[in-house]
């Protein structure tokens, strides 16, 4: 089957570093999209990893590991503004469109 | 501005009443997809379509029709909206699959 499995919920605090975790199980794997959901408003794309290792791009990290089937996404120095939910979401093959998202992991960043 | 556009924001209708959802890009992108987002289980995709006329079941494509009849359109039609369609629904455009996505700024659909 296909799962992407991600934690529902984290709090850190301002200025703080934070790690969301993500695994996946899918049949075909291309690559692995972060997005970045504030409440009531669309997603917005963060980063894309394709090949094994870390991506950096300003605060925010993305890595990937394709044999452990795991991604993570780091933010550093944590502002308010970064109170989110993110959204991991694997895509299946480069042959298809289609791509499955886990069910977002809710960020508060706290004073 | 590059953007994609939905029309509705917002809708209530009532069940077996025919609907459709626009969706526009101007970005000249290939891909385009469709997504409902429900809470505790995330995005999941309905359909998808990687060029003009060619369209494609994602993991949730039951009670929903979709049509790819020119580049810049992907709307989405409920034939016979039933109240497990209540959801809110978003609209992406990329120039590939594998590509950065730009998401439309949701529809709330309210099946009574």
């Known amino acids: 089957g296909q799962n992407i499995d991600q934690p529902t919920e984290m709090t850190a605090t301002e200025g703080a570093i934070v790690q969301i975790n993500c695994t996946y199980q899918?049949?075909?794997?291309?690559?692995l999209f972060w997005y970045q959901q504030h409440a009531g408003e669309a997603p917005t794309f963060l980063s894309y990893n394709v090949l094994d290792g870390l991506e950096e791009k300003g605060r925010f990290s993305s890595f990937l590991s394709r044999s452990k089937g795991y991604s993570y996404l780091l933010l550093k120095e944590l502002q308010m503004k970064d109170s989110a939910s993110y959204l991991c979401a694997a895509h299946g093959s480069s042959n298809t469109g289609k791509l499955i998202f886990g069910q977002g992991t809710t960020l508060q960043v706290k004073p | 501005e590059a953007q994609v556009t939905q029309n509705p924001r917002y809708l209530i209708t009532v069940t077996g009443k025919k609907l459709t959802v626009t969706c526009s890009q101007n970005m000249n992108h290939e891909y385009m997809s469709w997504y409902r987002q429900d809470p505790g289980l995330g995005l999941r995709q309905i359909y998808y379509s990687m060029n003009v006329e060619v369209t494609d079941k994602g993991d949730v494509p039951e009670g929903y029709k979709v049509s790819r009849k020119e580049k810049r359109n992907f709307p989405l039609i409920l034939e016979s909206p039933s109240p497990n369609q209540t959801s809110l629904y978003f609209c992406?455009?990329?120039?590939?699959?594998?590509?950065?996505?730009?998401f439309g700024q949701g529809t709330r659909l309210t099946v009574v």
């Open positions: 992406a455009s990329s120039f590939f699959g594998n590509t950065e996505a730009f």
């Open positions: 899918t049949s075909g794997f291309n690559g």
